[in-house]
């Protein structure tokens, strides 16, 4: 039976995974690009391998920020991810056992750089975001919106 439409499901957060080359000032370049262009980078992560690296993105204007990817050759990828709001590292660890509990694999948590409101929060790319947010949810965890985030 599917899990009825909520605020998360009907506005997610979406990441960008940007392929930048492995050379000095890509990074730099794709920062700049956002910022000169009044979207504000609210989560980062890099993964950096030996040809390229992978910038993992979130930022306050999805659409704006995928025009400036496409129209200045930053390929990319999208995806939801969900993004919960914690008070403190105790919530981290009651995040991740009420993900273990419920048997959900989670392929990789980040966290915010700022939000408006100035509350913490992470990036969790799970298994089963909708089961994922379910439970979370039902944990009194605040599961964010896209409109959360933006500015």
Do not use: W
């Not at 992560?45 to 920020?65: E, F, N, Y």
């Not at 200045?72 to 919530?91: M, Q, R, S």
Request: proline share 4%.
């Amino acid at each position: 039976m599917p899990l009825p439409a909520t605020s998360v499901t009907r506005d997610p957060v979406r990441q960008f995974s940007v392929f930048a080359e492995n050379r000095v000032g890509r990074l730099y370049d794709l920062i700049g690009l956002l910022k000169d262009n009044n979207v504000h980078v609210m989560a980062i992560t890099v993964l950096d391998t030996t040809d390229s690296a992978i910038v993992r993105l979130i930022v306050d204007d999805p659409d704006r920020a995928r025009e400036l990817m496409v129209n200045n050759d930053f390929p990319y990828t999208e995806c939801t991810v969900l993004a919960v709001e914690i008070n403190d590292e105790g919530d981290l660890k009651e995040v991740l056992a009420a993900l273990l509990e419920a048997e959900i694999n989670v392929h990789y948590v980040y966290c915010f750089i700022k939000r408006p409101g100035g509350k913490t929060a992470l990036v969790i790319n799970a298994e089963d975001a909708d089961v994922a947010a379910q439970t979370l949810g039902n944990h009194r965890f605040k599961i964010l919106t896209q409109a959360d985030i933006s500015r």
